[in-house]
Nanobody, 119 residues
């Protein structure tokens, strides 16, 4: 059964850094494009960064130059290194495949990890 487990979130002050991890139990991990998303209550989930099976990356304009997505195919893990964090980065962060993993016709999401940036 597919499973995505995000970790590494926390509270920190503006300007700080944090690394998120996502353990992905999915078939054929290394051939999947992966992504990090984030969601603020009351708003739609936002695509933050993607990494394809070749390691090519793309970023939302709001995080470009501050976030780095990477993957370890031996560990079935995706990372998001976040630096120069801003209060507007506060959100629940989720990893998923790109496009989003669908199981029995329903989009599957892990529990996410909360990141709070505040002074």
């Amino acid at each position: 059964q597919a499973q995505l487990v995000e970790s590494g979130g926390g509270w920190l002050q503006p300007g700080g850094s944090l690394r998120l991890s996502c353990a992905a139990s999915i078939s054929g991990f290394r051939s999947n494009d992966m992504a990090w998303y984030r969601q603020v209550p009351g708003k739609q989930r936002e695509l933050v960064a993607t990494i394809n099976s070749l390691g090519d990356t793309n970023y939302a304009h709001s995080v470009k130059g501050r976030f780095i997505i990477s993957r370890d195919n031996n560990m079935n893990t995706v990372y998001l290194q976040m630096s120069s964090l801003k209060p507007e980065d506060t959100a629940v962060y989720y990893c998923n495949t790109q496009p989003v993993l669908t199981i029995n016709g329903y989009k599957y999401w892990g529990q996410g990890t909360q990141v709070t940036v505040s002074s």
